[in-house]
């Protein structure tokens, strides 16, 4: 049976994101992922994780969509969607009268479409550039910009 829940472990969250062929990170990371979030959202096929998204915000105006993935065998029958509409939901039930936010996120090659169907615009456009980012990789030896490739 298909449940959707306010709770992830770390490790399910790193399943989730090695499934899909994402950058992985040490459990400490995850954990904080996981707490600092402003909501997560597990979806669970009796005990086993097959989706996840989270949704930062700090309650000022910029708040970010991240990580959804929804397990390659489970995909195709509307559980992202109630993801991201779950996100926005929480979001809104946040938000006082006068209240301005940008939810924003960094869509993986070829899935702009996917976020479109919920009102998400592709930059550039008429009133943003293309939108920018880095990793900032530490290893033993110091800051490393070996980057290419890294997904998500
Ligand atoms: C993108 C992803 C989350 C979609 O999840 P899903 O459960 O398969 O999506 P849904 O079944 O809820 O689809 C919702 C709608 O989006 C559409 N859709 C799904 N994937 C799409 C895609 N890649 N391109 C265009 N439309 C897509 C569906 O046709 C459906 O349309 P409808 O509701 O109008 O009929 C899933 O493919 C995934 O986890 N991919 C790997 C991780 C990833 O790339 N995540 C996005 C990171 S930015």
């Known amino acids: 049976m298909i449940k959707y829940g306010e709770y992830i472990t770390p490790e399910e969250y790193m399943g989730l994101r090695k499934m899909v062929g994402w950058v992985e990170f040490p459990l400490e990371q995850a954990e904080a992922c996981i707490e600092k979030a402003y909501m997560i959202l597990c979806v669970r096929d009796d005990e086993k994780a097959i989706g996840v998204v989270r949704l930062l915000w700090d309650g000022g105006y910029i708040a970010f969509l991240s990580d959804v993935i929804v397990d390659p065998e489970y995909q195709g029958q509307g559980i992202g969607r109630k993801l991201v509409e779950a996100s926005i939901q ?63």
Do not use: H
């Open 90 to 152: 929480k979001l809104r039930d946040g938000m006082k009268p006068g209240y301005k936010v940008k939810l924003t996120l960094n869509s993986a090659k070829g899935k702009e479409p996917f976020y479109e169907k919920f009102g998400f615009k592709v930059r550039p456009n008429d009133d943003a550039g293309p939108g920018m980012d880095q990793w900032l990789i530490m290893n033993e030896e110091g800051l490393s910009d070996e980057s290419a490739g890294m997904l998500c």
